[in-house]
């Protein structure tokens, strides 16, 4: 694919997918990451540690997958802050350039005085976990909505002081309340600035991958890694992502793109749905028919995959690609309305790869459909809203494509 990405703006994207929460976006990884950079680099941690601690924080809660799960996390004293930082450990540790942030990832909650399931304690407990640990404790304690920060901050700083030596490292917290002396620590947290701010915090790091193979590699693994956050999000889901991946990379070939173009609908694919984690789990496995409410949340999540991948800077096409999924020949689709020609023909194809995919997955409450109900649904759906020539396509072909589910691996990050 020859691609040449800034690991910064390619993490940074993809985590806000992680900040949904049921009260909209939350910055909660923006602003642990800020602070846990701040609080390297007043310890003068080395570049390459600094790099790694960044990528970490930015993705720690990646184990959190439900917003229910995520929910539980805003609590000062979690009752189980095991299962997601296991998790996030064993879905991070597989690919092989993010190996040293898994284990970053395990010990983000472990407990300075120890009994912790990593079997660590106090100072064996890697130098960045403790630092993601108590700035994420931290944001715990604020109150985002408050339009007054700083007359939060020395409340929280003392709330905070209760942990240390207990659950957060005393010399951290130290350097932490030091830190959080200024009041410019405190109003840099602002939503609205922390883009901005990070970007300028980071300027003096590569973050480019130089190898184009590795690179174009590494791309493919984070994105199968936020495909399996998004599949996990729903029981109904747990090979979407991955399917729809596999599916519109065959249907290019068949439709006569390049090899580097399917690989790029790979990608595509298996980011289309990441809007999805904006949508409560309560509203995916709903069993009967949503309500017009309900189905204008749905909505949004198209909007949301394209924002995201939007900022990501040589993505262009990947994201038309992915967001347009759901729009339709007629105009009728969403959420940009485009009609005919607007609509690109990678768009065309994920559309059409998208809802091949939904109809033949085992769902819990039906099986995949058979082959003649899914010809007869896509014929249905041309070419008002399906593209008639894409779908010739995959009906033509539809030996090939009838084999691909069962080629994917269980879900289980092991
Ligand atoms: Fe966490
Ligand atoms: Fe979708
Ligand atoms: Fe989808």
Known sequence: MKTSINLKDFFNSLSTALDFTYSGLSGHHRRVAYMAVMLAKKLRLPDERIRTLYMSSIIHDIGAITMRERNLLAQLEIEDPFTHSEMGYRMVKNIQFLEPMSHIIKSHHDSWRGGNPSGLRGNEIPLESRIINAVDRLDVLLNKNAAYILEQSEEAISRLSVLAGRIIDPDIFAELSEL??????????????????????????????????????????????????????????HKHSRLVAAVAAKLSLVSGLSQEDADKMLMAGLLHDLGKLSVPEEILEKPGKLSPEEFRIIKKHTYYTYRILDNIPGFDEINRWASF???????????????????????????VSDVFSALTEDRPYRMGLPRQRVVEILGNMSPEGLDPQVVKNLVNNYDLFEALPKRLDPLTPE
């Open 180 to 237: 959080a002396s200024a009041e410019s620590f405190w109003l840099d947290l602002d939503y609205q600035f922390l883009p901005d701010l990070l970007e300028k915090l980071l300027a003096g790091y590569d973050f480019y991958v130089k190898d184009d193979m590795l690179s174009d590699d590494l791309l493919f693994d984070v994105s199968s890694l936020f495909a399996r956050v998004i599949d996990s999000k729903s029981v109904f889901t």
């Open 325 to 351: 999924h759901h729009e339709k020949l007629d105009g009728s689709g969403y959420p940009f309305r485009l009609n005919g020609e607007n609509i690109p023909t990678g768009s065309r194809i994920m559309a």
